[in-house]
């Protein structure tokens, strides 16, 4: 896959330990590693003796005590979900009912567009559709407590209704799978849309925070700088699908074969997916052409 993004894959924080990135800042790892979720998702605790728990994880139930353990004697008031995924929110429930907390987020899970004649949902049931956020936050809400205040940034992309945390009077993001340091994230309609997601990347490009702390991975450092390589990562992949397009019409399992050389074989479908988030904002920009509605099984040309 391409090398024009320097990831980080370095990450040894074993599942379960608690770990302070700075003050204030404690991170904890779920043990659900995989193609999609690397070593597995992170929850982040906020603060201290008030605080806000940030992606409480998936049903664990070594985790869910983890995390309870971690926080001890101390109040949890918010639980605030990055996405809908499944590895993300569904314990918010459970931390809720121990703790008492409010759960905080963009909204329910959606699509970014309505399902085509004949498309099915994606068989992968990666959606959380139980999530109903107590608390619904829009672009530049305030979640506070005392010694912290988390900003709501609306970042839709990966998924419709993914949300990062700036934590103000810091120079941290809480980037969720928007942006995180060891690979891009899987951008699949209908979940997920190409032009959302590039829009979310300018967006934060344009922010004054230069450390993100994403649910999967290592700190991203020097973050604007890493978010405008991803907006170049995206736009030469673009110029690839254009390319391999103007010699020819083709679908998308040939795409695949062309762009990405040496892919993990778990990861084909993600990246079939991927593409079709590309070929549905070229065919919405009137570049590329094809039969009905951009679909999975498509055959593509230039226009
Ligand atoms: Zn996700």
């Known amino acids: 896959m391409s090398q024009d993004i320097p990831f980080d894959k370095s990450f040894d924080l074993p599942p379960g330990r608690v770990e302070e990135v700075m003050p204030g800042v404690r991170r904890l790892l779920v ?3 995989g193609p999609f979720t690397f070593k597995g998702t992170l929850t982040y605790i906020v603060g ?6 940030i992606d409480p994880g998936p049903i664990d139930e070594a985790h869910i005590a983890a995390l309870l353990a971690a926080v001890g004697a101390e109040t949890v008031t918010h639980i605030l979900v990055t996405h809908t995924h ?7 429930a459970r931390i809720k009912a121990a703790t008492g907390a409010e759960t905080c987020g963009e909204g329910p899970h959606r699509a970014a567009r309505a399902l085509h004649v004949g498309e099915a949902p994606r068989p992968e049931a990666s959606a959380d559709r139980d999530f109903r956020p107590d608390v619904t936050l829009a672009d530049g809400d305030i ?3 005392p010694g912290w205040r988390l900003e709501a940034v609306t970042t ?5 209704n ?3 945390f700036a934590l103000k009077d810091t120079a941290v993001l809480f980037s969720g799978d928007h942006v995180m340091a060891w690979s891009t994230p899987v951008v699949a309609p209908p979940d997920g849309a190409m032009s959302d997601y590039m829009a979310s990347l300018e967006k934060l490009s344009r922010r004054a925070e230069t450390l993100y702390f994403p649910g999967h991975g290592g700190v991203v450092r020097d973050a604007p700088r890493f978010v405008q390589q991803y907006i170049r990562h995206r736009q030469a992949r673009e110029a ?3 390319e ?3 010699a020819g019409e083709a679908d998308i399992p040939a795409l695949v074969g062309s762009i990405y050389i040496g892919l993990d074989p778990r990861l084909t479908r993600a990246a079939g997916l991927s593409v079709l988030a590309h070929l549905e904002d070229l065919t919405a920009r009137g570049l590329v052409v094809t039969q009905g509605a951009p679909a999975i099984d498509g055959r593509y040309r230039v226009a």
């Open 86 to 92: 499944r590895d993300h929110s569904p314990a918010a």
């Open 48 to 53: 201290r003796d008030r605080v806000a728990i």
């Open 162 to 164: 993914h949300m990062a």
């Open 31 to 33: 043990n659900n590693p």
């Open 156 to 160: 839709p992309g990966h998924t419709a």
């Open 240 to 242: 690839s699908i254009l």
């Open 244 to 246: 391999r397009l103007a």
């Open 143 to 145: 979640v506070s407590g």
